[in-house]
């Protein structure tokens, strides 16, 4: 689903055929680059209102991507208190990740500019909070490194075939 943000989110609805009880699973991918905080921020309030469109149709929630901004932009803000999710890593680490991204790119002349950053995310929330038919909350996380050993290569490499890290609940 597209909106003038041009805001692409990409759902699906799962229902288990032994409870009955549904799971949508939201997927996103926001603008790249720090100067289009604003962008993000009227892409997250796009997402915001889908998810609260197609909540009363889930029994949880579980929403994941590439949001291309840190914990501090207002975007992060959106997502965790209008739209009442949860972030999984933060549940488990007490905090996101250092970083989610790592990648040297070239600059102008000899310069490159690195970027170490956390910026992709695993949200989740019941739908409705007081509904104990389930258990949702994450209890672990796959282990992202704390550095990566050649300095030089950063991501991707053969090792870590993304820019990203890839984000691991269970």
């Given at each position: ?72 932009e207002p975007f992060y803000k959106v997502m965790t208190e209008q739209s009442r999710m949860k972030s999984s890593y933060k549940s488990v680490l007490s905090g ?75």
């Open positions: 689903m597209l909106n003038k943000s041009n805001s692409p989110v990409v759902w699906i609805i799962v229902k288990d055929k032994n409870t009955d009880l549904k799971l949508g699973f939201f997927t996103t991918h926001l603008k790249a680059k720090e100067q289009y905080s604003k962008i993000r921020l009227g892409q997250v309030k796009h997402l915001a209102k889908v998810l609260d469109k197609l909540a009363p149709k889930c029994d949880a929630i579980i929403c994941s991507g590439d949001f291309n901004g840190e914990p501090s996101e990740p250092n970083w989610t991204t790592w990648k040297i790119r070239p600059g102008i002349g000899n310069r490159n500019s690195e970027a170490r950053r956390c910026i992709d995310y695993v949200f989740y929330r019941k739908s409705d909070p007081n509904n104990d038919g389930f258990d949702l909350d994450p209890v672990q996380i796959l282990d992202l490194p704390h550095s990566l050993e050649n300095d030089k290569d950063k991501l991707p490499r053969n090792d870590y075939p993304s820019d990203h890290l890839s984000l691991v609940v269970r």
